[in-house]
């Protein structure tokens, strides 16, 4: 089943990120014409084997998370959402935080420096035997 995760973020002159969850469609604006639109949209698969309770994302220039995106759903094993950016998000590189549903905080993980204009898709697996937990992007 696919989810649509719907992420709006204030632009970097701003402090902290805004973030929300929607189970819609979001609304289109347009680009202002002086200004290069990126598309920094990406779809997050989870192939973990477990389900994930929150995501953050958040420009890796940033010192904290801001606010988890699910707000009251998760993501579970071999579910996917689209996560969607406010057009006028400018940072390149991005870090995505995870917590899994029924775990600790110690068991939370994250991942740093993905360039979201140039990926289009985030899978997350785990590896049960190795302990392992890893991202691949296309």
Not at 12 to 40: E, F
Not at 48 to 67: C, L
Not at 115 to 126: A, D, Q, V, W
Request: negative net charge; proline residues 2%; aromatic residues 12%.
């Amino acid at each position: 089943m696919k989810k649509l995760i719907t992420m709006l973020l204030i632009t970097a002159a701003t402090l902290g990120t805004a973030t929300s969850y929607a189970a819609h469609q979001p609304s289109l604006t347009a680009p202002c014409s002086a200004q290069k639109t990126v598309n920094l949209d990406f779809t997050l698969i989870n192939k973990t084997g477990y389900t994930i309770e929150h995501i953050y994302v958040a420009p890796s220039s940033q010192r904290n998370w801001g606010d988890n995106i699910m707000t009251g759903d998760v993501l579970r094993n071999g579910e996917s959402g689209e996560i969607s950016f406010d057009s006028q998000e400018t940072a390149k590189l991005w870090d995505l935080y995870v917590t899994w549903l029924g775990y600790d905080s110690d068991e939370d993980r994250y991942w740093i420096g993905f360039n979201l204009s140039e990926i289009e898709e985030i899978t997350l697996y785990y590896n049960a035997e190795t302990g392992k937990t890893w991202a691949k992007t296309r």
